[in-house]
């Protein structure tokens, strides 16, 4: 209806008003408050043991008493996790581009990529620390072992999925192979390659925390594991809840890159629709 001649102005929450988030985000901090509050509820009516699991105000307790411990081993496991990940971005890429447009790496090296990708890396951990000590660079290389093949198998997929027609489009217009490439195969290749790279984020925190049980002195990982010998259900809880934390932020800044790089993908119309429409 023509708001001239009603006199009203639309006052419905748009694709950019920041109403519909709010009440998302509302609801998310909501569910979460509710969970832990029903957590507290339960231990303490059931007189459930602390060695067994411990109630979440006691779990608060300890991450504000046990800060500086917390924090030196967060800062461990964060380095082992960003380097590892983001070597695995500037390794992997270039080896998925070169594998895509290779014929004989495709018919080598990807088939053995693709087996390593099947072999738990929970395996290689061990082998890692003899060969790399008990220091940061064994932890590090776990993860981006974790990281790389997401990244590369998602890569290969990526640069190799550009249909006959855009083919054939791009060679009828006079691009060179340079600009055909920056233009159009590698936009089109770009949500392939944030699916790997959100699923190497999600491995990253992961890959970090089983190198350091496996042979760590340090890390989120290695004070879990030290705190859960010890019985300290509390302070084993406060350690997941800070590397949940990291985990998140790793995967929230992937997010972030994903929205500026690739605005124009109908998954992210979809999420702004979905959250204008809420």
């Known amino acids: 209806m023509d708001t001239k001649r009603t006199g009203k102005r639309n006052t419905a929450p748009t694709e950019h008003s920041g109403a519909p988030r709010a ?3 509302g609801t998310t901090a909501a569910f979460f408050l509710a969970s832990f509050l029903l957590w507290e509820v339960i231990v303490r009516i059931f007189h459930v043991p602390r ?6 105000s006691a779990v608060m307790t300890q991450m504000a008493a046990r800060f500086t411990d917390i924090y030196k081993h967060t800062l461990a496991t964060s380095l082992e996790t960003f380097v590892g990940f983001g070597i ?8 998925a581009m ?13 088939p053995l990529a693709v087996t390593l990708e099947m072999v738990p890396k ?12 008990f220091g940061f660079g064994s932890k590090m290389v776990v993860v981006l072992l974790v990281c790389f093949f997401p990244i590369l198998i998602n890569g290969v997929f990526g640069f190799t999925s550009l249909p006959t027609e855009l083919q054939y489009l791009s060679r009828s217009t006079g691009a060179g192979a ?4 920056v233009k ?4 089109y290749a770009l949500p392939q390659l944030f699916v790997g790279f959100k699923g190497a984020a999600v491995n990253a925190t992961i890959g970090a925390t089983i190198a350091e049980w496996i042979g760590g002195n340090a890390g989120l990982g290695y004070f879990i594991s ?3 010998g010890l019985f300290r259900m509390d302070i084993a809880i406060a350690a997941i809840i800070v590397l949940t934390a990291l985990g998140l932020l790793l995967y929230g800044i992937v997010l972030w890159v994903e929205t500026k790089m690739i605005p124009w993908h109908v998954s992210q119309r979809a999420r702004i629709n979905a959250t204008g429409s809420a």
């Not at 070169?98 to 990807?110: D, G, K, M």
């Not at 929970?122 to 000590?133: C, D, E, R, T």
């Not at 340079?178 to 490439?181: G, Q, S, T």
């Open 23 to 25: 009440v998302d985000h």
């Open 51 to 56: 060695y067994i699991i411990a109630p979440p």
């Open 88 to 95: 695995a971005v500037l390794v992997g890429v270039p080896l």
């Open 98 to 110: 070169a594998t895509a447009f290779s014929r004989f790496l495709r018919q080598t090296f990807y």
């Open 122 to 133: 929970i395996a290689f951990a061990p082998i890692f620390v003899i060969w790399l000590g």
């Open 178 to 181: 340079i600009r055909a490439f």
């Open 184 to 187: 159009i195969r590698l936009p």
């Open 226 to 228: 030290m705190s859960t």
